[in-house]
């Protein structure tokens, strides 16, 4: 446990199944941005409000790989933390697992690179709030 | 066969279906909004051009009817046409149906009431026009 | 507010959204999934067990009107009641609203009817206890 | 050009954007599998027909890097080759470029590893015949 994760929950939908019978695999990352989401919340300010204040995180790179399975109806936790911090980007980790009576089962990991565009789509560099807020949850817990 | 009508195709993904082992129900309706992307574009006006003049048809009223389950990888045909023109509005209808060695089986049927608004949102006239195509789309076929 | 109704919760995904800056219209339909599954939940039994008990309960029909627009990080609010029951199928009705600062903004009005599938997609009657559970919460609130 | 390449084309849907005014990220990787269908039907079988001889490919990693936005309504263009066989195992990568009156522009590179699975889910070798069409499409053009 890392002191600077945030812990996201969300239960599987069948919408998000496939004929496969488990969860159609891009929905993971799908639940990736809730994790980041929830984290960038966790710093006191919402990604909406950030997206009104002129900045945009985009997906730059994405990388997941998967070792077990969601079901319909699985609650699923996504556990997110800063990997890495730069002047235009930031790259986010999870740890996707599904939940049964408490106990975890591992499911996934993934990591997001995220650029930093301002309204026009063009490249900019991040607030320096956010880049201090995301610094901070950086740091190794002690 | 309605001479007013236009016929798109698409093949079904596999990330539109479920666990049930055939496409998810919503889909459909995603389908019906390429038939009438389809549709309009066939007046020599893409949507994409309409959105960007400052008109956006935003979807107020659905509704569909279920009569069989399209599977991944079949062939589908969707039959789009112009039952209703007002104002503010128009009113398309869909038939959905699979198509296998020519022949075509009906899925759905469906209904949607779009309404004219422009960027910012608020109720707003067709443009002259979009209203003029649609009504000529809407006469009966000779 | 009906004595028989549930209600869900859900916040609204980035995923969810479309070019005109509001949830895309079919992702409604799913939130009523959500909210069916809920209902279906507090009879004491889930829908993935009845699934697994070789029920399924399909789309046959769904309806939608939308009133104002859901936007990225809303938190929506899903009211699900049962309206009809036949042998073989279920009607649904949902009040899709926002809430923000615990006053809610009417969104939607949907219903959904359901038909009652085999493991082989072949119609069959509801089983027993979910028809008289079904039943009870249609009765109306004293 | 590879000679052992397959080209698929896809218009970008309207519920495929997000509220940046982009298609949402993960949707390319939707598209991905759409080019790798396609492969595989380039063999003479379709991955339909795969499955339900009893063998399916489940993703067990992606990546993918994004170069340039998708737009709505874009043209968009995928290339599929196959860059590893393993037993129970292949990689395909993929190239994905927006056309524009017949002129590319690059959008994102992707990779997908896929295992086999069989009915149940549990690991299996890949069939002979699969493998040895894999095989092929991975020799070098000539």
């Known amino acids: 446990m890392n002191r ?52 945009r995180l985009a997906v730059a790179e994405a990388e997941i790989r998967y070792a077990a399975s969601a079901r319909y109806d699985d609650v699923v936790r996504i556990r997110t933390r800063v990997v890495r911090v730069q002047s235009r980007a930031v790259t986010f980790a999870y740890e996707i697992a599904r939940v049964d009576d408490g106990v975890e089962t591992h499911m996934a990991s993934a990591r997001t690179r995220l650029v930093a565009l301002d ?16 610094c901070e949850a950086l740091e190794p817990a002690t």
């Open 4 to 55: 600077n994760e945030t812990v996201s929950e969300i239960r599987v939908r069948y919408a998000e199944t496939d004929q496969m019978g488990v969860v159609y695999h891009t929905h993971y990352l799908v639940w990736c941005e809730i994790g980041r989401t929830d984290h960038i919340r966790s710093f006191g300010q919402s990604y909406a409000m950030l997206e009104r204040s002129g900045v």
């Open 119 to 134: 309204d026009d789509g063009a490249p900019r560099t991040l607030p320096s709030g956010l880049k201090q807020r995301l």
